[in-house]
């Protein structure tokens, strides 16, 4: 069994950490949710929250929760199957299964707020697939607004804590109003309540990531109302700076939601207000602003090109985005998996912790364990103790932030910075814990492979070592059926990746990328696959794999435009170039040279909008040379 090392940080006091960090009261995070007393005894570690409810506390905060990992009990892992059935009927406008799956959602009893309210929400959806009436739509969003926003008047008043779901629901109320025609309802009201939105957004305590997610909606919904509406050159002035803020902040945050929306009304305001322009005589303030209109008409043609080539649709059709839930499990199927993985009976895994007939019905989903049992068993399996976690375990807000912050310099190669990042995100964390230990070290060992201080068979040591940190080598490569932290997934992959020959390491990462193709779970797993999948195209087409490389770089283009994700575009269209390159490499290269230099154009142009200056420069150095500069 790997070493275990009790792990002091709970929801409860990570929760706590957070309220006392943006200075926030017990009555701001819950109103709406639950009573105060009931949020007093979450604080204290009385009451573990169900996940969609924990998920609202935290996004009240403007905690990011992509990336981070969650085991349910057996009713709640029911619901989460049962919600992802719900959203991924939606996004396939298949109506018939959506409202069968709305229905058995609706049998669960004793839902809480967050759980009635995402009812709601995806009803809604149904809805305006259907076509039904705006009225019958305004009725249900009304009604999901309420279940957590019971004085929707109060909404922008100082103290008051929304999430990206609950705004957007009002972005919703806001455009049906809007459609409706009721009088009594002026346009100026709905400039109005988009700025204050806008600005709640602004001065909120999201950061970037969670602010990309709603932002730009709000934005182009404005922007639409200024165009279409409004009509009046001071509010096109407005909403042309605010669709450059939504554009800015997707760009630095590499993330396409609304983008060709975005793009499309800039054009148009563009040109309402440079024709203004030229009839003041403002000449040259008119030829400014087409110049930059040419710089994002560059951006959204290659992004049509792309959306048509790999079948996506140019513009968001619904907000399930935000409703997506990643990387959950069941905790029963997550001991027993592990615990076979060990090699260990029954017997051997509840000593000291529980009767085996207890384990029997936690591995057979048939009983909800005791939070104090779960963290034993978990401990003993070499798992953070924690049913809610992220890369690193701390209860500190910012800390994450830094692990995420590593995680960049990482993948655009900023040695210097990633040194430094390294080195005080080890100062911050309780580096008895093993999971932490495996980030330090694994961030370390990478950072002296590409630096070149050790060998690739050096590193492959090194990472084993920490891969048996939480799981014996040996268990994980031998074992029949496997669950692997993200951590322990991103060491096999680390060491797989880097050999030169098939490995079992690869097999693994291919095992991993195929269950959640195949089982369609690409979606709950998404930045797990996304690194993963990448990582496997650049393995094939090292050892000569050319069609397996590209399909795997094709279809990481596609998950990447359906999930609204930027980040592995330019890799991939660069990875299957590279290919074409080896395959060719006996032919007239120079009849291939046009699209050569197409492609890497496309790639340098993906790099400026995010403005990632490594990736800048290699692509242009490829360039040049395939121009021969």
């Known amino acids: 069994m790997p070493r275990y090392v009790k792990d002091e940080i709970n929801f409860h006091g990570f929760l706590n950490a957070m309220r006392k960090l943006h200075n926030v009261t017990l009555e701001q995070v819950c109103e709406g949710l639950c009573s105060v007393s009931m949020m007093k005894r979450i604080e204290v570690g009385e009451r573990m929250p169900e996940k969609l409810m924990r998920d609202r506390m935290m996004a009240r905060m403007g905690v990011l929760l992509e990336g981070y990992e969650d085991y349910l009990p057996p009713d709640e892992y029911e619901q989460w199957c049962l919600r992802q059935n719900i959203i991924r009927s939606i996004e396939k406008k298949e109506l018939e299964k959506t409202e069968y799956y709305l229905s058995e959602y609706k049998k669960v009893t004793d839902r809480n707020a967050v759980e009635l309210q995402f009812h709601d929400a995806m009803y809604f959806m149904y809805l305006k697939l259907r076509n039904a009436s705006l009225t019958m739509q305004k009725e249900v969003i009304m009604r999901a607004i309420k279940h957590t926003i019971p004085d929707i008047d109060k909404v922008f008043h100082a103290g008051v804590l929304l999430s990206n779901q609950e705004l957007n629901l009002l972005i919703e109320y806001i455009w049906i109003s809007e459609n409706c025609n009721e009088s009594g309802v002026e346009k100026a009201y709905h400039i109005e309540y988009y700025k204050g939105l806008l600005e709640y957004i602004e001065k909120s305590e999201m950061n970037k990531y969670e602010q990309a997610k709603i932002y730009p909606k709000v934005a182009y919904y404005a922007c639409r109302m200024a165009v279409f509406k409004a009509k009046t050159f001071e509010v096109e002035q407005w909403a042309l700076e605010i669709c450059d803020k939504a554009l800015d902040l997707l760009f630095a945050t590499e993330k396409l939601y609304y983008v060709t929306e975005l793009l499309e009304i800039r054009e148009r305001l563009v040109n309402e207000i440079q024709f203004f322009y030229r009839k003041e005589g403002k000449r040259e303030a008119a030829e400014e602003l087409l110049k930059t209109q040419d710089e994002k008409k560059e951006i959204e043609e290659l992004l049509r090109e792309l959306y048509a080539e790999y079948k996506v649709s140019l513009y968001v059709e619904n907000f399930c985005y935000l409703y997506w839930e990643t990387e959950s499990y069941c905790i029963g199927d997550i001991v027993k998996i592990r615990r076979q993985m060990l090699g260990l009976t029954k017997e051997q895994l509840c000593d000291g912790i529980c009767s085996e007939k207890t384990l029997t019905r936690i591995e057979q989903r048939k009983v909800k364990a005791q939070m104090p049992i779960v963290r034993e068993l978990f401990g003993r399996l070499g798992l953070c103790e924690e049913y809610t976690r992220a890369r690193v375990i701390t209860s500190d807000y910012q800390t994450l932030e830094l692990a995420d912050r590593l995680a960049w310099y990482e993948n655009t190669s900023q040695f210097e910075e990633w040194e430094k990042c390294l080195v005080e995100l080890k100062s911050r964390l309780c580096m008895e814990i093993l999971q932490n230990q495996q ?172 403005k990632i200056e490594s990736d800048i420069k290699f692509y242009k150095k490829e360039l040049a040379a395939c121009v021969g500069e």
């Open 439 to 610: 980030v330090i070290m694994q961030g370390k060992y990478l950072l002296e492979l590409e630096m070149k201080n050790i060998s690739i068979s050096e590193f492959a040591k090194r990472i084993e070592a920490t891969i048996e940190l939480t799981m014996p080598l040996e268990a994980i490569l031998k074992a029949e059926k496997r669950y692997l932290t993200r951590e322990e997934a991103i060491l096999i992959y680390n060491i797989g990746a880097r050999l030169d020959t098939e490995n079992i390491y690869i097999e693994i990462i291919e095992e991993i990328c195929e269950q959640y193709e195949q089982k369609e779970e690409i979606d709950a797993h998404m930045r797990r696959y996304e690194l993963l999948a990448s990582g496997l195209a650049s393995y094939h087409g090292n050892i000569g794999k050319y069609e397996l490389s590209n399909e795997r770089s094709r279809r990481l283009i596609q998950e990447s435009l359906l999930h609204y994700r930027k980040g592995m575009l330019a890799d991939c269209l660069y990875n299957n170039l590279w290919n074409r390159k080896q395959e060719r490499l006996c032919s007239d290269n120079e009849k291939y040279l046009q699209e050569d230099t197409e492609v890497l154009k496309k790639c340098i142009l993906l790099s400026q909008i995010a």
